[in-house]
């Protein structure tokens, strides 16, 4: 691959972008493709494009052009529970849970701090 990548950057015509760019076309379409379908986060994506390019720049055979990483949409965190529905768990909770140091006996705390 990187033969091959030095052949089309340096043995291509100097207008013919298309032969230059072959090989950061593939790292593109494996990253905003192939990762991106199978859900990869944008840092795992981004640790896989830098790890590739710098295989390249490595073997002294860097990459042709830029391009910019695909972006996943950032979620919206689900909205919090209605303050109604939080009781109705609280009630439906022992005292002992809902209470902290409502169940301990007292006699029992006592030895604790002696």
């Known amino acids: 691959m990187v033969k091959d990548n030095l052949r089309a950057v340096f043995e291509s015509a100097p207008t013919d972008t298309e032969a230059k760019r072959k090989h950061t076309d593939l790292l593109a379409e494996y990253v905003n493709g192939y990762l991106l379908e199978r859900r990869f986060s ?10 590739i390019r710098q ?8 990459l ?5 990483m695909a972006e996943q949409k950032p979620t919206a965190p689900p909205p919090p529970l209605p303050a109604g529905d939080i009781r109705k768990v609280l009630l439906a909770m022992p005292v002992r849970m809902r209470a902290p ?3 301990v ?5 006592n ?4």
């Open 42 to 51: 944008d840092s795992r994506r981004k640790v896989a494009e830098t790890a």
């Open 55 to 62: 295989f390249y720049l490595a073997n002294d055979s860097a």
């Open 64 to 68: 042709f052009g830029h391009w910019k």
């Open 101 to 103: 140091g409502f169940g």
């Open 105 to 109: 006996a007292v006699g029992h705390r």
């Open 111 to 114: 030895q604790q701090g002696a």
